[in-house]
């Protein structure tokens, strides 16, 4: 089992970047798949993106190409850099561990969620 803390979220204005982090705690890192999932105020959770045991990625349509997802399996941490944002990625952000490592919709281990508001 995993235990997850995500951090970085913040204030930023439309264009900025800002950087996700997600420790973990735990054994076995290297094997989980890992997602980012954010969520709104009386919205659903919906998947961000996904990167797998062997590197594989998974985006949501609306962040391609403005949104990387990496993992640092040495340092136990999960990355979201989002750069070009937009006041509808605000949202609080959540972190997300499946110990089944092939999957790109992970569905394990959640974090506490950390707020990204997007305004000027």
């Known amino acids: 089992q995993l235990q997850l803390v995500e951090s970085g979220g913040g204030l930023v204005q439309p264009g900025g970047s800002l950087r996700l982090l997600c420790a973990a705690t735990g054994s076995m890192f290297s094997q989980y798949a890992l997602g980012w999932y954010r969520q709104t105020p009386g919205g659903y959770r919906e998947l961000v993106a996904a990167?797998?045991?062997?590197?594989?990625?998974n985006y949501e349509d609306s962040v391609k190409g403005r949104f990387t997802i990496s993992r640092e399996n040495a340092k136990n941490t999960l990355y979201l850099q989002m750069n070009s944002l937009k006041p509808e990625d605000t949202a609080v952000y959540y972190c997300n561990a499946d110990f089944h490592g092939d999957s790109l919709r992970p569905a394990g281990f959640w974090g506490q969620g950390t707020q990204v508001t997007v305004s000027s």
């Open positions: 990167i797998n045991s062997g590197g594989a990625t």
